[in-house]
């Protein structure tokens, strides 16, 4: 079957610590997507990739980074800088970049600071 | 920039009776406008998804949705709710020169037996 599958469902972090999360797609999607939310704040853009080797920052890049060196994979790293990480991370695809192409989303991951 | 609202945060509906949920957008162009939904913990799945045409979407499990460009509205609709329709439904919206799609806060739907 084809789609998008994350791992773990949930991590748990300690202060300092970097953690990542996986992202892996077999829909053969050019663009990939990395989003946080939290209650009452539907989703906010993290990263995104248009192609393999390419990625832009999104609207709150600030203590994430990311990395597409295959087409299927765009794993999300969590870093010491981000403050706040307690969130869900939803990953998604779509066939190419642009806003008219339908986004398809992984289950998410649960990530908690203890 | 565009931006979308949905005004209502948390809305309960018994089952069988009619929903209509709520979203405005702010754009300068035509829109492609998107509705999703996610069950709790879940990721989340297209409805139906607007970009020209006809203003009166079919979308999955009984859903429509209707664009009215005079209100900057894209309402989600089902005649009638089944207990399986409770979950949080996400509005969205894209343009051809951006690269990304803006959600809107979200709307939980709550259906009583």
């Known amino acids: 079957d084809g789609g998008i599958t994350q791992s773990p469902k949930y991590l748990f972090r300690k202060e300092g610590q970097n953690v990542t999360l996986s992202c892996e797609q077999n829909?053969?999607?050019?663009?990939m997507y990395w989003y946080r939310q939290d209650p009452g704040q539907g989703l906010r853009l993290i990263y995104y990739s248009q192609i393999v080797n390419d990625f832009q920052k999104g609207d709150i890049a600030e203590g994430y980074s990311v990395s597409r060196e295959k087409k299927e994979s765009f794993p999300l790293t969590v870093t010491s800088a981000q403050k706040n990480p307690t969130a869900f991370y939803l990953c998604a695809s779509s066939i190419g970049p642009g806003g008219q192409e339908t986004q398809y989303f992984g289950p998410g991951t649960r990530l908690l600071v203890l | 920039a565009q931006s979308v609202t949905q005004p209502d945060i948390h809305i309960t509906v018994s089952e069988g009776a009619s929903l209509e949920l709520r979203c405005n957008y702010s754009?300068?162009?035509?829109?492609?406008l998107f509705w999703y939904v996610q069950s709790p913990g879940q990721g989340l799945q297209l409805l139906l998804k607007y970009f020209s045409g006809d203003t009166l979407v079919q979308g999955i499990k009984g859903f429509e949705a209707e664009f009215k460009r005079s209100q900057s509205s894209f309402n989600l609709r089902k005649p009638s709710v089944h207990w399986s329709d409770a979950a949080e439904y996400f509005c969205a919206v894209g343009q051809a020169a951006g690269n990304k799609l803006t959600f809107g806060g979200g709307t939980r739907v709550l259906v009583k037996p």
């Open positions: 829909l053969n999607h050019d663009a």
């Open positions: 754009y300068g162009a035509t829109p492609y």
